[in-house]
């Protein structure tokens, strides 16, 4: 087999957030929603972070999202008005009118569908318990294409988990692009969120065999009918992939 023209490379920890253990007490693998989209989105691109540990450079939009996050958290729990001279602040108080007030922010939760070898988990943005759960997403201008649809949400991971976990009939994701914010809504119907985690269950059951079977993430299967390109710059593995690989250049920044 011909090998990667790119070493393999290990990316940095970091972490905004309380750190929490990546299992439960009892051993099992606590999987976070994100982990779950990409695997969906493509499975050999969730097997370059996990098994080989790549990670890339998010885009500026994606850091201005961490900030305004902390503008519309500190507002809700604390009162203070976002600073305004800053980006972040600025797109924080784009949402902070939309958001219902007595939303309980940043809450970590764990949902548990009984699998012996794992939980799923998260931070919850916002929540209105048994009303409604928020999520904030903060993008340039250039980014409207990437937005979720309400279609989407039916299926996207957490959105499913977080409802499950405030037992929430309703999924609200803003997408805050200066100087808007556009919500995207879905209800779900009865049965529904219980379909959904069982799907993703499936998924964290395959994810669990390649942790413990697959060691080249090129064996890994893949979709590239519909993942390579979408992920705006492309995907950012694709000079590691058997796919691409051969002299593919990469616009991406790769972690070490
Ligand atoms: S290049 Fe395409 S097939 Fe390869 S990991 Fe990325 S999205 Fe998947």
Not at 21 to 47: F, Q
Not at 98 to 107: A, F, G, L, N, Y
Not at 124 to 139: I, L, N, Q, R
Not at 239 to 255: E, F, N, Q
Request: aromatic content about 10%; some cysteine; proline content about 8%.
């Amino acid at each position: 087999m011909t090998e990667p023209n790119v070493p393999y490379s290990r990316g940095p920890v970091v972490e905004s957030k309380p750190r929490h253990s990546s299992r439960t007490a009892d051993g099992r693998l606590k999987i976070a929603p994100t982990t779950l989209k990409v695997y969906e989105e493509c499975p050999r691109k969730w097997a370059f972070e996990k098994l080989a540990r790549l990670t890339y450079e998010r885009g500026t939009g994606q850091v201005d999202g961490k900030d305004a996050h902390s503008h519309v958290e500190a507002y809700l729990v604390d009162g203070v008005t976002p600073d305004e001279s800053t980006f972040a602040g600025r797109l924080a108080s784009v949402l902070i009118p939309h958001v219902p007030r007595d939303s309980v922010t940043e809450e970590y939760v764990i949902v548990d569908t009984g699998s012996p070898l794992w939980v799923f988990h998260g931070y919850v943005d916002g929540s209105v318990p048994y009303v409604e759960v928020w999520d904030a997403k903060f993008y340039a201008p250039t980014s409207v294409k990437w937005m979720v649809t309400a279609e989407s949400l039916r299926s996207d991971p957490q959105a499913v988990i977080y409802s499950v976990a405030k037992s929430a009939p309703r999924f609200v994701m803003h997408y805050v692009i200066k100087p808007k914010d556009r919500p995207v809504a879905h209800e779900w119907a009865p049965g529904e969120l219980d379909a959904q985690l069982d799907r993703l269950d499936d998924l964290a059951l395959q994810m669990l065999w390649h942790l413990v079977h697959t060691r080249d993430a090129n064996e890994v299967p893949h979709r590239s009918a519909t993942a390579c390109d979408s992920f705006g710059k492309g995907c950012p593995y694709a000079a590691h992939c058997r796919l691409h690989y051969y002299g593919a250049p990469t616009p991406w920044t790769l972690g070490r």
